[in-house]
């Protein structure tokens, strides 16, 4: 459509009227507001005792925001000019927003239910200068229209007319090589991980909230609500049979969440970028380009490990929001995850260094000793009073020390780093165990920390400054020689010259 579909002639569309958003996402901003004004309406209603005045209050707050959808329509606009996007507002005032596209390090396109069934799609445009924001967004925009923008917008756009063949001006459909389709089976890993396991307590929080703030909006006086609770609280049957009732519903809720955000993940390479598409409600398509990818991180749950699978997230220069935007696969086998990333991102071929058995010794002082300590607290409470509450801290305390002993082991045993001449690796944790494995390319720097309690016991943390992902990586507890040894390995010429200086160099007195 002439107005807001794409230009004719050069791809970019430069020289030619700013383009609008498809007229159809006026079919979608009105509904997308009703949900922030279902409750000022009803407050109009209950006001007004739901009399002919009310309606109309009522009415003219919906025609309000029809009206502000049309406005917000019709004073925006976009275009791309030369080497840069730029999107306009102008009602009263004008607001214009210029984006380089030497600055772009990505393009998302999402399709959101209401969207998919008017065939629009939301663009993202993302610089990874904004906080983990997106720089902007062009929320209505045709199937089409949005993939054309990505490809402009992330150079991979034809020609113009101008020096094309008549029979060339259409663009050739960019190169796909698949790498993996996660089976939907794969999704039953979903409750492993944990993500999504406290819906239920998130849900029942939620309408507790709701009816403490809105409650005399919405017929349910705040009294009602704290006598339903005292009288839940007075029957302590009921309430564990409710918090039971929660536990038993988190793989199950944990595991749907899941399947919705995760539905046919699809990884795959397309014209230069890795291209991560998923989702069942709002289907979500992210392009990281492949230059900027400095390596990958795989990280498992204890529960995750006993299963073998693990998940993996792409370490990339400039990418806001990493750790939903950076995901390269959900939960796979573990054999799966490090064939998938050796083939998208690159191998890493040698084994993790062992810390020294002080590191282990400060685990397990961790993970057991406070708790012996609340044992014998409760010990020395349950000598003088013999309540039963006592008793069973101490229970517990020592049923949590014991637990400590293979934890703070396997904590020791995550531990370890290496480098096998083009990568470097780090690994740490045990409930939520991370390996980062980086190209030495990436490393900026190296920063030594030191605890008093580390200094003491002769270990210190190693981090890997990064200009990518986190922006740094940390061998937890090394030893002294390594803490040397390690970034002289890596990277012998930045520490050569303080490492190896000749005696005459040093001046004299």
Do not use: C
Request: charged share 20%; glycine share 10%; net charge positive.
């Amino acid at each position: 459509m002439p107005g807001y579909g794409p230009p004719p002639g050069m791809p970019g569309g430069g020289g030619r009227a700013p383009l609008r958003l498809s007229p159809k996402v006026l079919l979608i901003e009105p509904v997308r507001t009703l949900p922030s004004l279902l409750l000022p309406l009803v407050g109009v209603m209950f006001v007004g005792g739901f009399s002919p005045s009310s309606y109309g209050w009522a009415a003219v707050g919906v025609m309000a925001s029809i009206v502000i959808a049309v406005v917000r329509w019709a004073t925006f606009t976009y275009e791309i000019v030369g080497d840069r996007l730029e999107t306009k507002r102008s009602l009263i005032s004008r607001s214009i927003r210029t984006i380089p596209m030497e600055r772009i390090r990505g393009v998302d396109v999402s399709t959101p239910p209401m969207h998919r069934l008017l065939g629009l799609a939301v663009l993202k445009i993302d610089t990874g200068a904004s906080g983990g924001n997106e720089e902007a967004k062009l929320s209505g925009v045709t199937l089409e229209e949005a993939e054309r923008l990505k490809s402009v917008l992330l150079r991979r756009a034809p020609r113009p007319e101008a020096d094309l063949p008549e029979a060339a001006v259409s663009p050739a459909a960019p190169k796909e090589q698949p790498i993996i389709r996660v089976p939907r089976k794969w999704l039953l890993y979903g409750p492993l991980s944990g993500a999504y396991l406290l819906t239920p307590f998130a849900f029942v929080g939620g309408a507790v909230g709701l009816a403490f703030q809105w409650g005399d909006e919405l017929g349910v006086s705040q009294d009602a609500a704290w006598s339903v609770g005292e009288w839940i609280w007075d029957r302590p049957y009921l309430l564990l049979a409710v918090v039971v009732l929660l536990v038993l519903a988190m793989p199950f809720t944990g595991g749907l969440m899941y399947a919705i955000f995760n539905w046919d993940f699809v990884l795959k390479r397309r014209d230069g970028y890795l291209v991560a598409e998923r989702g069942l409600i709002n289907r979500r398509s992210v392009s990281l380009e492949s230059q900027r990818v400095r390596g990958y991180e795989i990280v498992d749950g204890l529960v995750e490990r006993w299963a073998r699978v693990t998940r993996a997230w792409a370490i990339v220069t400039g990418l806001g929001d990493s750790q939903t935007r950076g995901q390269l696969l959900p939960d796979v086998p573990r054999a799966v995850a490090f064939e998938v990333t050796t083939d998208a991102i690159g191998p890493y071929r040698a084994e993790l260094r062992p810390h020294p058995p002080v590191a282990r010794n400060r685990r397990l002082f961790r993970a057991v000793v406070p708790w012996l300590a609340a044992a014998a607290v409760s010990g020395v409470a349950v000598w003088m009073t013999a309540g039963t509450v006592w008793w069973i801290l101490l229970v517990l305390s020592l049923l949590l020390a014991g637990v400590g002993v293979p934890l703070g082991l396997d904590r020791y045993a995550s531990l370890g780093h290496g480098y096998d001449g083009v990568r470097l690796s780090v690994r740490s944790g045990s409930l939520r165990r991370s390996q980062a494995v980086v190209e030495r390319r990436a490393v900026v720097g190296w920063r030594l920390r030191q605890t008093w309690f580390q200094r003491n016991a002769g270990v210190l943390t190693l981090i890997a400054g990064v200009g990518a992902g986190k922006g740094g990586y940390s061998a937890i507890d090394v030893s002294e020689a390594q803490a040397v040894d390690f970034p002289s390995e890596v990277t012998p010429e930045w520490l050569a010259p303080f490492l190896d200086r000749h005696p005459s160099d040093h001046s004299e007195d």
